[in-house]
């Protein structure tokens, strides 16, 4: 056997012990979407005003409106999976009470430190406001 033989042979050899490629890392799971964020939630209890309307933005935006008032601009966050902080002209906690992809449901603690729970519904297209007496 000639020394370039024996170089390839030997080559041959070592390419077929060194161990398989390292697997891909497993994708990463795909975040489940959350069904408080990116949606309009139109109040639903009884006795709510018309057209009363939250949207929780992913950037942290709370858009309100309503029939009656003009809409606003706020914030809110997530302190936990249960909970949230809607910021209006104070900060007012919520508890979450149910949550699904077209019922929302919140408990509020209100300033005076009582409790509200308010019903919202997903907002469907088209909707226009009754028209309201001045």
Do not use: H
Not at 7 to 27: I, S
Not at 41 to 68: H, K, N, Q, Y
Not at 116 to 125: D, F, H, L, S
Request: negative net charge.
């Amino acid at each position: 056997m000639t020394r370039c033989s024996a170089l390839v042979l030997g080559l041959l050899v070592l390419a077929a012990c060194q161990a398989p490629p390292p697997e891909a890392p497993a994708a990463a799971p795909t975040p489940v979407a959350d069904a408080l964020v990116n949606t309009v939630w139109v109040r639903s209890d009884e006795g709510a005003p018309p057209g009363d309307m939250r949207i929780f933005l992913a950037d942290g935006t709370l858009v309100l409106d309503s029939c009656w008032e003009v809409y606003a601009l706020r914030s809110w966050r997530r302190t936990s999976q249960e909970e949230i902080v809607m910021v209006e002209d104070v900060e007012i906690p919520a508890r979450i009470v149910a949550l699904s992809p077209d019922e929302l449901r919140l408990s509020l603690s209100l300033v005076d430190g009582s409790r509200q729970e308010v019903a919202y519904r997903k907002g469907a297209a088209p909707y226009v406001c009754p028209e309201m007496k001045k």
